[in-house]
């Protein structure tokens, strides 16, 4: 990789950005004191900035780029697309081939029986979508009063009223007004946190059965769907004991409430499936996709929605849709990006190949002082920090550990996040058994870092 040198020096760029340009997520005033990172290039799981770091992207940009950074072959589809078709719409009795094409692929590789596919820009756009998409068919099946999704506390959906609504994030709920009515949240299968004394398996049974309990609390025929994701991604990597999804999926047979699998994160090969549904065991009746769909490439996202579903939405006019719904572009490259998933065989090399050698050296942490917890599943995975290990300790002063290791991590180029006091990582599907080694070296160094600085700030005492 060759920097690229022809921009600004990066205090002038961080000025400039700092002047005019809000980030989503981000404080203003501490973009404008420190300065933002200025990424200028990336190429397979490295990413470059201006001041020529190489720097491992441990969460593939926003847990998207699946088959890695630079790959020509996606540039040269959207260059052609481009030059023949930028632009058209599929709105009012129109479409073109790549949008035709791509839908006939994602029908081919969803499960048996998810044969259609409603596009938008975005995942918060494709649950805005769902929303409507679920109500309206209870609607027209004759039962309109079924209009309640039910949802999950610190589950992430989205950033529109109606996905960060169907999202638990407290501090989002506290801005703007949201949730909107009929959205009911349940609790998460967080056993760590929050299963005190009961054991994994009763933990997670109890937290599905908390569906049953609000559907009789409700009344069956209020409810319209359950919404979550396979493997909670944004709201730190928490996989479910194994008790969780059987139970998930008996009560919405039993109550005939639709299953909306969010698999913006889990879809496209990020837990060794093609799909995180697979590697859960669940029929969803609705699927919401983006990310990994163009390993972020191009903005596309969508529901994929089974037969049923869509022959009843189809016998009328559904009212909704956007101005890129199945953009040419992002339709095309998203069919390239299946295409090298699929012929490189990258879903099935993390399987069988790299996720394991992943999760060995990443289950391995828990043996760092400051590690309580490893969770791993495919290409995602997260740490628990914590004070005191053998009492599951949260720290007194929540958060500082998680925001020290992620500053650490940045200092030793490597980008992973943190959700709190826990570190997660969603590194690109390509990344190499070296490339696994360095990330566990860097993640060694910063957790050695941060124990250190915690230990002498006096940091360490439990909640
Ligand atoms: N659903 C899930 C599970 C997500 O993780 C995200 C994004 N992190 C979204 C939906 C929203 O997708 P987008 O940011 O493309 O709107």
Redesign the pocket.
Request: negative net charge; without cysteine.
């Given at each position: 990789m060759n920097a690229i040198t022809n921009h600004m020096p990066t205090a002038e760029l961080q000025a400039l950005d700092a002047a005019h340009h809000m980030h989503p997520f981000t404080t203003g005033d501490e973009i404008a004191a420190k300065g933002a990172r200025v990424i200028t290039g990336a190429n397979g799981v490295m990413l470059r900035d201006s001041d020529g770091n190489q720097i491992l992207d441990a969460m593939a940009g926003?847990?998207c780029v699946n088959i890695g950074y630079g790959r020509d072959e996606l540039a040269e589809v959207a260059a052609r697309q481009m030059r023949e078709l930028p632009y058209y719409n599929t709105f009012f009795m129109t479409t073109h081939v790549p949008v035709i094409a791509l839908s006939q692929r994602l029908a081919e590789l969803t499960p048996d029986g998810m044969n259609h596919v409603f596009y938008a820009g975005?995942?918060?756009?494709a649950?805005d979508t769902n929303i409507r998409m679920v109500r309206t068919y209870w609607d027209m099946k004759g039962k309109p009063s079924k209009k309640v999704i039910i949802s999950r506390h610190n589950a992430?959906?989205?950033?529109s009223v109606g996905?960060g609504s169907l999202g638990g994030m407290s501090p989002m709920h506290a801005q703007g007004g949201l949730p909107i009515p009929d959205v009911h949240h349940i609790g998460q299968p967080n056993w760590w946190t929050e299963g005190g004394e009961m054991s994994r398996e009763d933990f997670g049974l109890m937290r599905a059965q908390e569906l049953e309990q609000a559907i009789n609390d409700m009344g069956e025929d209020r409810v319209a769907a359950f919404i979550a994701?396979p493997i909670q991604?944004?709201g730190g990597v928490i996989i479910p004991p194994s008790t969780y999804w059987p139970e998930i999926q008996r009560i919405c047979d039993k109550y005939e409430i639709l299953l909306i699998a969010?698999e913006?994160?889990c879809g496209f090969g990020r837990t060794g499936n093609w799909f995180g549904s697979q590697t859960v065991g669940i029929r969803p009746d609705v699927m919401?996709i983006?990310?990994g769909l163009s390993s972020g490439y191009q903005p596309i996202?969508g529901s994929v929605v089974s037969d049923e579903i869509a022959s009843v939405i189809n016998s009328g006019e559904f009212n909704h849709g956007y101005t890129y719904s199945g953009h040419p572009v992002a339709s095309a490259v998203a069919l390239e990006n299946l295409r090298i998933l699929d012929e490189e065989k990258i879903v099935e090399r993390v399987r069988d190949q790299t996720g394991p050698y992943l999760k060995k050296k990443w289950e391995a942490l828990t043996e760092h002082p400051l590690v309580g917890e490893a969770n791993i599943v495919g290409m995602m995975g997260s740490i628990v920090l914590t004070p005191h290990k053998e009492s599951r300790a949260s720290f007194k002063s929540a958060g500082a550990a998680g925001f020290t290791c992620r500053e650490r991590c940045f200092e030793n180029n490597l980008v992973m996040r943190h959700v709190g006091d826990r570190m997660i990582i969603s590194p690109p599907l390509v990344i190499s058994e070296p490339e696994i080694d360095t990330l566990i070296e860097r993640a060694v160094q910063s957790l050695d870092e941060c124990h250190a600085s915690l230990k002498s700030e006096g940091l360490m005492e439990s909640a």
């Open positions: 926003l847990w975005s995942g918060s756009e649950n992430y959906h989205g950033s996905s994701e991604g944004a969010d913006v994160i919401t983006a990310k996202g």
